[in-house]
Nanobody, 123 residues
Framework: QVQLVESGGGLVQAGASLRLSCAAS????????MGWFRQAPGKERDFVAA????????YYPDSVKGRFTISRDNAKKTVYLQMNVLKPEDTAVYLC????????????????WGQGTQVTVSS
């Protein structure tokens, strides 16, 4: 079992930056690929970023590539999402997830989810 707790969300203006954290507890953290997803009201859960268990492979969709950076610290059992040049369309609840060591962009591939942290970007 893996427990995930996100933090770092908030209300910011367009163009600002935020860094989200996801702290894990439970089984060996490095055995899990980690993903960040986001979900706005009434919309599907969208893939934001993923990182393999070792941190050597990283994936982003085009919508955030160049603005968002995922990283992980296996000693601290924490994964981060640095978000720069935020836009109003980035507004959503951001959730982290733990899944296969080589991560996927599909929510259904992940076994464990956090509760999420709200990110609101005003124009």
């Amino acid at each position: 079992q893996v427990q995930l707790v996100e933090s770092g969300g908030g209300l910011v203006q367009a163009g600002a930056s935020l860094r989200l954290s996801c702290a894990a507890s439970g089984r060996t953290f490095s055995n899990y690929g980690m993903g960040w997803f986001r979900q706005a009201p009434g919309k599907e859960r969208d893939f934001v970023a993923a990182i393999s268990g070792s941190g050597s492979s990283i994936y982003y969709p085009d919508s955030v590539k160049g603005r968002f950076t995922i990283s992980r610290d296996n000693a601290k059992k924490t994964v981060y999402l640095q978000m720069n040049v935020l836009k109003p369309e980035d507004t959503a609840v951001y959730l982290c997830a733990a899944g296969p060591m080589i991560p996927s962009n599909k929510p259904g591939s992940y076994d464990y989810w956090g509760q999420g942290t709200q990110v609101t970007v005003s124009s």
